[in-house]
């Protein structure tokens, strides 16, 4: 494991993760834990609509995010245009991940958002600006609102028969594909919030304030979040 120096200083606030409506608990816990583990700090949670339910967490789900909320930043936030004031003040660009219909040459998923490109380098300028990208439900997707809001609509090219990826699986690959296009993301992190993750990882596990080893991966019961 990572000392805790290390571990911070490669964490970024350069990309944010948006769940917008993820009611399926195991891959919210799923998509925490891949957050952590490449380094992201914020993650923006977007409640599903009203009347909306969690499916039940299964056994083999239930320690799915190994605690690795504990080392998150979360802010709560009540809708699509919330999201986007929020990226207004913070000098982001709201991107939104969009996968065109399969056998479809049209890339635009509403008349008012942006056409889908491919997050890949030549399809979208380098280097990355600071950005907020959301996933929506696993069904749905992102919420029309939400399209019409953004300022890029992203996707991952597939190549097999079955045009669709697992929310938290497309997490993880769309995390990996920024974090190639932009190195430099990494460390790009205000100093008062590595103190605070510094010393949540001491809190987490004191022996890491004379070991310097990174956390463990101490199962935790996790609840969903939203």
Known sequence: ALPICDVVAQRTQRFVVVLEGVRNSANQQMIFRTCEALGIQEVWLVRPPAGSKYRAVTVRSRHASRGAERFLSFRRLESAAAVAELCKDEGRELW??????SGSSDTAPAAAAPAAVALAEGSVATPLPRLALVLGTEGEGVSPEMLRLAER????????????????????????????LCPSARGDIEESVQAEL??????????LA?????????EVDEEPVL
């Not at 609509?153 to 190639?180: E, H, I, K, T, W």
């Not at 510094?198 to 022996?207: D, F, G, L, T, V």
């Not at 004379?210 to 101490?218: L, T, V």
Request: glycine fraction near 6%.
């Open 96 to 101: 939104v991940s969009y996968c065109p219909p």
């Open 153 to 180: 609509a992203v996707f991952l090219p597939m190549y097999g028969f079955v045009q669709s990826l697992n929310v938290a699986v497309a997490c993880g690959m769309l995390l990996q594909r920024l974090f190639d």
């Open 198 to 207: 510094r010393a949540r990882a001491i809190a987490s596990k004191p022996r």
């Open 210 to 218: 004379a070991a310097e080893d990174g956390p463990s991966d101490a």
